[in-house]
T-cell receptor, first 112, second 115 residues
């Protein structure tokens, strides 16, 4: 089955700095890579996703890159704000066929 | 609001008991997934149903079972509960196989406390 590794487990940055979270996956059949943000006590919410036919995707301050050859993908958050503080999960899956496999999560803390 | 509804929101029960968690997926979604999140842990995949049939199993204990009904709602049954089963249980739904729209929407979770 799919195995997703996520690093770092915790990340502390100053407000305004950039944050990068990296994930690797094992199953070359995976073609869908979403990122979820989970605030304390709340549900995970999708913030951005990328499919294997795309190398990079941006949405305002958030971007995701995918390297299919190396089987890794990354989340980039620029100009971080205190409200970005949360746990971020990466995931990998096969379009509709099987459930997403999640990474272990990164706790991001943005210091004001 | 994601459109995925889970009940109850909170559940406190004693060891050895059995509980049922319920999930109503978003309208039109065929796939339902169950995940377990223990304190400060990641999301552990338990089981997936697609249009009433079991599609995939993850790290689901034999004491746990699930089903998806014709109206597509799903129930997760947890029996012979142990203290270590205390966790947040999430249900998620997506459109399912064959569709490009595979975003998984999560419910707000059921917090189970076993005492």
């Amino acid at each position: 089955g799919e195995n997703v590794e996520q690093h770092p487990s915790t990340l502390s940055v100053q407000e305004g700095d950039s944050a990068v979270i990296k994930c690797t996956y094992s199953d070359s059949a995976s073609n869908y890579f979403p990122w979820y943000k989970q605030e304390l006590g709340k549900r995970p919410q999708l913030i951005i996703d990328i499919r294997s036919n795309v190398g990079e995707k941006k949405d305002q301050r958030i971007a995701v890159t995918l390297n299919k050859t190396a089987k890794h993908f990354s989340l980039h958050i620029t100009e971080t704000q205190p409200e970005d503080s949360a746990v971020y999960f990466c995931a990998a899956g096969d379009t509709g066929r099987r459930a997403l496999t999640f990474g272990s999560g990164t706790r991001l803390q943005v210091q004001p | 609001d994601s459109g995925v509804t889970q009940t109850p929101k909170h559940l406190i029960t004693a060891t050895g008991q059995r509980v049922t968690l319920r999930c109503s997926p978003r309208s039109g979604d065929l796939s339902v997934y169950w995940y377990q999140q223990s304190l400060d842990q990641g999301l552990q995949f338990l089981i997936q149903y697609y249009n009433g049939e079991e599609r995939a199993k993850g790290n689901i204990l034999e004491r746990f079972s699930a089903q998806q009904f014709p109206d597509l709602h799903s129930e997760l049954n947890l029996s012979s509960l142990e203290l270590g089963d205390s966790a947040l249980y999430f249900c998620a739904s997506s459109v399912g196989r064959g569709s490009l729209n595979t975003e998984a929407f999560f419910g707000q979770g059921t917090r189970l406390t076993v005492v």
